[in-house]
């Protein structure tokens, strides 16, 4: 009973995952969006790399303990409160803590976090932007430090990237 | 004496053979299905090619690079590319097949710049970047034992320099010339 209780926590964990991760690989293609893939091993590449480079140290710093960074832009559609509802419905709630809501007319922010319940590390951070000529989903994975992040936005000139200064904001 | 001098003959075949296939398989023959069409700038640079440039090199740094490049393939289309995005795809598919890892994509509409690597024990041994933008295409694809120390040495040295003569570049920087 408990080795099926485990099975099917250990699936249902992995099912989810799946859930955006085949989100993000149904758009990959897709020629009306912009997609950024930093695979795991890049960030600890850069974190072996030593320099006396201040801007490069501070950055090594933040990117030290990331696992990996999935972005998918579409920034002239006219379907992006749907893309971004689709997205919605495909968000393991019920692993993911909700971190921030902001809504402004018609545009929706949305920011998950997922913690390892052992030692309460954010390992993974997912934020989604929805207008209606605007979707943004980020996914970020890895030991997240949240007083860190914002500093990502500053370091990555990647489009998107910027909506995670609201963490700071809502820190602050 | 005869003997030796086919063994001799059937290991250097076999090296060869070897040497080929292992080259083939960083770009999945991307290389050579594209170098011969019309507007390919196809670049070749066997590893001894690099050794003998390592002995121009000033510094240490930038010699121990060298040396430990074997070979460089790089593959250009301005203008117009008949690599399509089918390629693209079939050689994605193959990567993973050949150990090859996404290290970073980046692509906007028909846009694309991808790096994978192959690392094994801490060491670098392929690398392909691939690039595709409206005025150019193109493929540089390097096979070698690259140690992330030996980066970090040359970021330091770079670092020197630049602090050295701000705006200048070291007089002896290799150029290899096509």
């Given at each position: 009973m408990m080795c099926t209780l485990l099975f099917a926590t250990a699936f249902n964990l992995h099912a989810q995952n799946d859930a955006i991760s085949r989100f993000f690989n149904k758009y990959?293609?897709?020629?009306?969006f912009t997609v950024v893939y930093v695979a795991p091993k890049l960030f600890s590449m850069i974190s072996k790399v030593s320099s006396d480079d201040e801007e490069w140290n501070k950055m090594r710093d933040i990117v030290k303990d990331l696992g990996g960074l999935k972005v998918l832009v579409a920034d002239?559609?006219?379907?992006g409160l749907e893309l971004y509802n689709d997205a919605l419905g495909r968000v393991p709630v019920r692993e993911y803590d909700e971190l921030l809501t902001v809504r402004d007319g018609e545009e929706h922010v949305r920011i998950w976090t997922r913690e390892n319940?052992?030692?309460?590390?954010?390992e993974e951070l997912l934020l989604l932007v929805g207008a209606p000529d605007e979707f943004i989903m980020l996914s970020l994975s890895g030991k997240i430090d949240l007083a860190k992040i914002s500093g990502l936005a500053e370091t990555l000139d990647v489009e998107?990237?910027?909506?995670?200064?609201k963490i700071k904001k809502k820190q602050e | 004496m005869n003997r030796m001098i086919k063994f001799k003959a059937i290991l250097l075949l076999f090296v060869a053979i070897s040497y080929t296939v292992r080259a083939d398989a960083q770009d999945a023959g991307l290389f050579w299905k594209y170098?011969?069409?019309?507007g390919a700038i196809a670049l070749r640079i066997p590893g001894a090619v690099t050794g003998i440039s390592s002995l121009f090199a000033g510094e240490r740094e930038e010699r121990m690079l060298l040396r430990r490049m074997h070979a460089t393939r790089i593959l250009v289309f301005e203008?117009?590319?008949?690599?399509t995005d089918s390629d693209f795809q079939k050689f994605n598919r193959k990567a993973t097949r050949r150990q090859l890892e996404e290290i970073i994509t980046v692509r906007s509409g028909k846009d694309r710049f991808q790096i994978l690597a192959r690392e094994e024990k801490g060491t670098l041994r392929s690398l392909v970047v691939f690039f595709r933008a409206e005025e150019v295409t193109g493929m540089i694809s390097v096979r070698g034992r690259f140690r992330l120390d030996d980066l970090n040495r040359l970021i330091k040295k770079t670092q020197e320099w630049s602090e050295e003569k701000p705006g200048k570049l070291p007089a002896s920087v290799p150029v290899l010339r096509a």
């Open positions: 990959a293609e897709d020629e009306r002239s559609v006219n379907n319940k052992s030692d309460t590390v954010i998107g990237i910027e909506h995670l200064d | 170098k011969s069409y019309d203008d117009r590319s008949p690599v």
